[in-house]
């Protein structure tokens, strides 16, 4: 069974400083991809990222950073100088490859990043 | 890129109507649409995987004859709520894949939701 964790409910930073949001998962299968979306109050789903397991490299896009370390089984991601544009709730997510159905994403429970002026 | 669009964005309806969301992929077609709900506060979980011209697939626990999919063509997707009751009330969000999917990692491109309020 896959499962993906975030233990981390809600964050609260202020404006400029930096968050971490922790992303562990489970799987058994050795091809998988993992994913982040960000989904602002608007509700809508927002691609960050998306991984697959034999590519371990970290990944910075702008302010954004991914950490993927197969050996602890996590994906975490980094915002760096946050602004109160990046509060929303922020999903980790995981595809195990092949699947019966391509659409069927593991999703975590979210965090909750609330970023003050 | 691709665009999912979802119709309509809010509905408040009374208890024991039914409700119906149309989801579209604008600029692209899309065999397969998923829908999945998201309850208040929590995460996303997908309640069926829609196909078009044949029957969608259920995830356990999901009534089929409650939540009623209908993918006609390519481009169009519809989730009918029947009989909705206070407890339906959730976000609905659709999303799809690209219909030439390369190596099948493409992104799952979600909807902008649906959000259902049964009075």
């Known amino acids: 069974a896959q499962k993906v964790t975030q233990a981390q409910t809600e964050i609260s930073v202020v404006e400029k400083e930096d968050v971490t949001l922790d992303c562990v998962y489970e799987t058994r299968d050795t091809t998988y991809y993992l994913f982040w979306y960000k989904q602002p109050p608007s509700g809508e789903l927002v691609f960050l990222i998306r991984r697959n397991s034999f590519d371990e490299q970290n990944e910075i896009s702008g302010r954004y950073s991914w950490n993927f370390q197969k050996s602890t089984s996590s994906f975490n991601f980094t915002i760096t100088a946050s602004q109160v544009v990046d509060s929303a709730v922020y999903f980790c997510?995981?595809?195990?490859?092949?699947?019966?159905?391509?659409?069927?994403?593991?999703f975590g429970a979210g965090t909750q990043v609330v970023v003050t002026p | 890129g691709a665009v999912v669009s979802q119709h309509p964005s809010r509905v408040i309806c009374k208890s024991g109507t039914s409700v119906k969301i149309e989801c579209r992929s604008l600029d692209f077609q899309a065999t397969t649409m998923f829908w999945y709900r998201q309850f208040p506060k929590q995460s996303l979980m997908l309640m069926a995987t829609?196909?078009?011209?044949?029957?969608?697939?259920?995830e356990q626990g999901v009534e089929k004859d409650k939540f009623l999919i209908n993918h006609a063509s390519l481009t169009l997707s519809t989730l009918t709520v029947t009989s909705a009751h206070p407890e339906d009330s959730s976000f609905y969000i659709c999303?799809?894949?690209?219909?030439?999917?390369?190596?099948?990692?493409?992104?799952?491109?979600f909807g902008a939701g649906s959000r259902l309020t049964v009075l």
């Open positions: 829609s196909n078009e011209g044949s029957k969608a697939t259920y």
């Open positions: 997510a995981l595809r195990v490859h092949p699947t019966d159905s391509w659409g069927k994403l593991q």
């Open positions: 999303s799809a894949y690209p219909r030439d999917r390369g190596s099948g990692a493409n992104v799952l491109t």
